[in-house]
T-cell receptor, first 116, second 113 residues
Framework: KAGVTQTPRYLIKTRGQQVTLSCSPISGHRSVSWYQQTPGQGLQFLFE???????NKGNFPGRFSGRQFSNSRSEMNVSTLELGDSALYLCASSGGTRDLLFAEAFFGQGTRLTVV | QQQVKQSPQSLIVQKGGISIINCAYENTAFDYFPWYQQFPGKGPALLIAIRPDVSEKKEGRFTISFNKSAKQFSLHIMDSQPGDSATYFC????????????FGQGTELSVKP
């Protein structure tokens, strides 16, 4: 079974620009979660999508948004980039269910975003 | 109350020794506790996980010990090998929070040959 695929692996953007990151979950998984990883703040939950609906959201500003498509693939968008948005963005896929019970999460390799 | 506190921040162990990493939580609603291993340039990989109805779970050289009354859980790596050198994260989730994981700050483990 193929793992979680994130594209691109690396990105360099200028402050004020916007960026879109992509995540393809493991086949059959319907839940996709996004995390931001930085040396100072560690791994922080951004949001989760299940069956094209956002069902959980972390404490990030509205500049961070996402969506999920009918094939469970997900995209994350960050608008008006700030220097502090430089981080490794990780996507995790799980065979989540509608009853919100947690299922094992498997992470992709991440997208390294650098904002200059 | 949503935090998971992990210690130590870094750990150096000799080859063949036991590595022990500890985590503590406050929220008794947490009901799933996974450990992840992360190598540089890679995403975290699920290592082992436990639910609060079990006090210990073992998979190969990796053991989770869980103390529900103390709200603590720990990862023990037996016979530590240089290939185990990585960053380890504990995490916790609540049953009604779907895919949301709360992570500890991580422990950088170095196993010396």
């Amino acid at each position: 079974k193929a793992g979680v695929t994130q594209t691109p692996r690396y990105l360099i953007k200028t402050r004020g620009q916007q960026v879109t990151l992509s995540c393809s979950p493991i086949s059959g998984h319907r839940s996709v979660s996004w995390y931001q990883q930085t040396p100072g703040q560690g791994l922080q939950f951004l949001f989760e999508y299940f069956s094209e609906t956002q069902r959980n959201k972390g404490n990030f500003p509205g500049r961070f948004s996402g969506r999920q498509f009918s094939n469970s693939r997900s995209e994350m968008n960050v608008s008006t980039l700030e220097l502090g948005d430089s981080a490794l963005y990780l996507c995790a896929s799980s065979g989540g269910t509608r009853d919100l019970l947690f299922a094992e999460a498997f992470f992709g390799q991440g997208t390294r975003l650098t904002v200059v | 109350q949503q935090q998971v506190k992990q210690s130590p921040q870094s750990l150096i162990v000799q080859k063949g020794g036991i590595s022990i990493i500890n985590c503590a939580y406050e929220n008794t609603a947490f009901d799933y506790f996974p450990w992840y291993q992360q190598f540089p340039g890679k995403g975290p990989a699920l290592l082992i996980a436990i639910r609060p109805d079990v006090s210990e779970k073992k998979e190969g050289r990796f053991t989770i010990s869980f103390n529900k009354s103390a709200k603590q859980f720990s990862l023990h790596i037996m016979d530590s090998q240089p290939g185990d050198s990585a960053t380890y994260f504990c995490a916790a989730s609540m049953g009604n929070q779907g895919g949301k994981l709360i992570f500890g700050q991580g422990t950088e483990l170095s196993v010396k040959p």
